[in-house]
């Protein structure tokens, strides 16, 4: 099958692009196999919106599971805590866009996710990279909530962490399942969350800052 190999214009995508070879046969091998979808589906290969679909499928898969990419994961540089911090660290908000593994449709929302620092800090910016690295996968928000805080702890051995994520599903929405605009929480604890106290400083915090906005 011919294919446009026009450089891509992302310069992520142009960075993969140039990688191992592998990297165009994975989009040939999904545009054919998507192109056979279409057929099935009565869509016409040859009309000028769809001519290109199969490929750009192709491509759209490779970056929206770069995920899947092992050895992939965010540098998770950490720092040792001389301040000896020990109060509660929150970075609340971080949106995420991930792909249900059953459907293969959008699920998206919002993750909170806080630690409290034993030995160790990281910059900020990490974690919302943690976040992104992971929903880059086809998943289950469950497994996703999971996959996030255990990398924390692993690179962190905090006292303990949290996190919780809030999200749109999709697959539920557009199939009429339950109702539009509903959302499933799902949520992680390890170390010193379990504590209800330390719990309910975490909920209270992030009921503040939501009241702030
Ligand atoms: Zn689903």
Redesign the pocket.
Same mark, same amino acid.
């Given at each position: 099958m011919p294919r446009n190999r026009r450089e891509p214009e992302d310069p992520d995508e142009r960075k993969r692009s140039q990688g191992p070879k592998a990297y165009w046969d994975r989009v040939d091998q999904i545009a054919g196999h998507f192109s056979q979808i279409m057929e099935v589906l009565g869509l016409p290969l040859d009309d000028a919106h769809l001519r290109d679909t199969p490929d750009r499928v192709g491509r759209m898969y490779l970056e929206i599971f770069r995920g899947l990419e092992e050895g992939n994961e965010p540098t998770f540089t950490t720092f040792p805590n001389e301040e000896q911090y020990s109060n509660m660290v929150i970075v609340k908000d971080i949106e995420f866009y991930s792909v249900?593994?059953?459907? =293969?449709?959008p699920?998206f929302g919002r993750a909170h996710v806080a630690y409290i620092p034993d030995q160790k800090i990281v910059g900020l910016s990490k974690i919302p990279r943690v976040v992104d690295f992971y929903a880059h996968r086809p998943q289950l928000q469950e497994r996703l909530t999971e996959q996030i805080i255990d990398l924390l702890v692993e690179k962190l051995e905090p006292q303990g962490a949290i996190v919780v994520m809030e999200a749109r599903?999709?697959? =539920?929405e557009m199939r009429g399942v339950e109702k539009p605009g509903a959302y499933t929480t799902t949520s992680a604890i390890r170390g010193c969350f379990e504590d209800q106290v330390v719990r309910k400083e975490f909920l209270d915090l992030l009921m503040k800052n939501s009241r702030d906005r």
């Amino acid at each position: 099958m011919p294919r446009n190999r026009r450089e891509p214009e992302d310069p992520d995508e142009r960075k993969r692009s140039q990688g191992p070879k592998a990297y165009w046969d994975r989009v040939d091998q999904i545009a054919g196999h998507f192109s056979q979808i279409m057929e099935v589906l009565g869509l016409p290969l040859d009309d000028a919106h769809l001519r290109d679909t199969p490929d750009r499928v192709g491509r759209m898969y490779l970056e929206i599971f770069r995920g899947l990419e092992e050895g992939n994961e965010p540098t998770f540089t950490t720092f040792p805590n001389e301040e000896q911090y020990s109060n509660m660290v929150i970075v609340k908000d971080i949106e995420f866009y991930s792909v249900c593994a059953h459907h =293969m449709i959008p699920f998206f929302g919002r993750a909170h996710v806080a630690y409290i620092p034993d030995q160790k800090i990281v910059g900020l910016s990490k974690i919302p990279r943690v976040v992104d690295f992971y929903a880059h996968r086809p998943q289950l928000q469950e497994r996703l909530t999971e996959q996030i805080i255990d990398l924390l702890v692993e690179k962190l051995e905090p006292q303990g962490a949290i996190v919780v994520m809030e999200a749109r599903h999709l697959c =539920m929405e557009m199939r009429g399942v339950e109702k539009p605009g509903a959302y499933t929480t799902t949520s992680a604890i390890r170390g010193c969350f379990e504590d209800q106290v330390v719990r309910k400083e975490f909920l209270d915090l992030l009921m503040k800052n939501s009241r702030d906005r």
